[in-house]
């Protein structure tokens, strides 16, 4: 039998607000276990909740990027479990009525575009976490994230394969960081996916039983889980089974996955409005507020780099997938005067290249776009060729000054006399005069070995052009 895989993801984006959705606790990362947590986010009798406007500024620019309905009334809920990291013993979230309805994003896959329905985005509070690492038989628990805004955003079943899963996970890490709501940091746990998995008879229109696998922290493990999970419900339908509606857990050093606990509905969490928190209320104007301080996203911005700088979609889809690449892009084409598509060659190459050598980000390149500007501007007036340049751009990202100072250390300017250059070749043409009769007798593949002689000699401080020029004179036609 054919089968085919229905998919649908949870996103949990930490808001990039300087303090928690419902006190005044800091949201800084790092800090030592259980210091940024106030008596509002552990719960001690008799505090209030105050909610952060800042949140739903950032809910409603991301409501507005994707095209969806930002409901002018929502509603803040209980959402009611008990785990030893969650103090109240209730998480506060929206159910019912969420502050984001109805969007959807745009991927390509295949070279085709695909359009992924999200259902809603809402906000809601995140719980602590359990330590299990540095206690022997004993878990601890630090409720400094307890309490720190997240946007929870649920996509329609709209995938059908893990390739198309990534793509569109990409494409929101991809925009909440144009927005600046979120930092994407997978790593740290502010940018989490929740993937839910199910397969079907090919043709099918029923959606067979799903399996929620929880916090998966890569793209790479993304598509790694959901490839397995696909197989795994395969196998068990196959064989006559039935797949168990559960939450599984991704092993990356096993690349499987294993059953958590049985899935939980809606109503087992036993919803029902917060009765300390007030309906959250959104008027046109500060929709329109917000709306102004849209910066262009990504699409716009890929679709201006291949018409403005005449880049191929291939080099704008690299230097746009950040804004901070595309701003170290566009400032070095701004300050060099170069050509955009040789900025882009040595931005998606010996940048991109060095940073990821040293696992670094765009951000703290030890080049700046105004030191590889400096760059580029000696190799378009000759003073020194593309080939140096690349030993320039080292000495640079080691520290060793701007290009003018590591050209003047090293003695790298480049050979434009043409008197010079033609008295190097008399003397490579006089050491090699078996190669020199083989070329005139018609073994014109030579001028390239002659060519490389020269700027061995010179150090590879000849101007290769009239190197060229000088040889085609000097071996005649």
């Not at 959402?79 to 013993?89: S, V």
């Not at 849209?294 to 880049?311: C, S």
């Not at 008295?423 to 018609?442: H, S």
Request: include cysteine; glycine fraction near 8%; aromatic fraction near 8%.
């Amino acid at each position: 039998m054919e089968w085919e895989a229905v998919i649908g993801l949870e996103v949990h984006a930490q808001l990039l607000t300087k303090s928690k959705a419902f006190s005044g606790a800091t949201t800084k990362y790092g800090a030592v276990p259980n210091t940024q947590a106030c008596a509002v986010d552990i719960a001690l009798p008799g505090v209030l909740p105050v909610f952060n406007r800042e949140a739903a500024r950032m809910a409603v620019k991301f409501g507005l990027a994707i095209g969806a309905t930002i409901n002018h009334h929502s509603v803040f809920a209980r959402k009611n479990y008990f785990y030893p990291d969650l103090p109240k013993g209730y998480q506060i979230s929206q159910y019912e009525l969420p502050i984001v309805t109805k969007g959807h994003i745009d991927i390509e896959i295949d070279n085709s575009r695909k359009t992924i329905g999200v259902t809603r985005a809402h906000l809601e509070e995140d719980a602590g976490k359990s330590l299990h690492e540095d206690f022997h038989g004993m878990s601890g628990i630090d409720l400094n994230r307890a309490g720190t805004p997240l946007l929870e955003i649920v996509s329609e079943p709209d995938m059908r394969s893990a390739k198309e899963a990534v793509a569109y996970l990409k494409k929101l890490h991809e925009l909440v960081r144009y927005l600046e709501i979120c930092d994407g940091n997978m790593q740290e746990g502010s940018f989490r996916c929740d993937a839910n998995v199910s397969v079907r008879p090919r043709g099918e229109q029923k959606l067979g039983t799903r399996t929620e696998i929880k916090n998966v922290n890569s793209f790479r493990f993304v598509e790694k889980a959901i490839d397995y999970e696909i197989e795994r419900q395969i196998d068990v339908l196959e064989s006559g089974g039935t797949v168990v509606q559960e939450t599984r857990l991704y092993d990356s050093d096993k690349n499987v996955t294993r059953s958590m606990r049985s899935k939980e509905e809606a109503n087992d969490y036993r919803y029902f409005p917060d009765p300390d928190l007030p309906p959250l209320v959104i008027d046109d104007a500060f929709i329109r507020e917000t709306e102004k301080t849209l910066p262009e996203l990504p699409d716009a911005k890929r679709a201006r780099f291949i018409k403005d700088y005449g880049l191929s979609a291939y080099d704008a889809g690299v230097l746009t997938a950040s804004p901070e690449m595309a701003r170290y892009y566009e400032e070095t084409v701004r300050e060099s005067k170069a050509d955009p598509k040789i900025v882009a060659n040595w931005v998606t190459g010996e940048v991109s290249a060095y940073l990821n050598r040293e696992n670094k980000e765009i951000t703290d390149s030890p080049v700046t776009p105004a030191l590889l500007a400096g760059l580029l501007r000696r190799v378009a007036d000759s003073t020194i060729s593309g080939k140096i340049a690349k030993e320039v751009f080292e000495a640079m990202w080691n520290g060793q000054g701007d290009a003018d100072a590591v050209i003047e250390k090293k003695g790298l300017k480049q050979i434009t006399d043409s008197g010079a250059i033609e008295k190097v070749i008399d003397e490579v043409l006089a050491k090699n005069p078996k190669q020199l009769e083989q070329y005139r007798n018609g073994q014109e593949k030579l001028f390239g070995y002659f060519v490389g002689q020269v700027m061995k000699a010179t150090g590879g401080k000849a101007n290769p052009a009239q190197v060229n020029a000088l040889l085609k004179k000097k071996l005649g036609p």
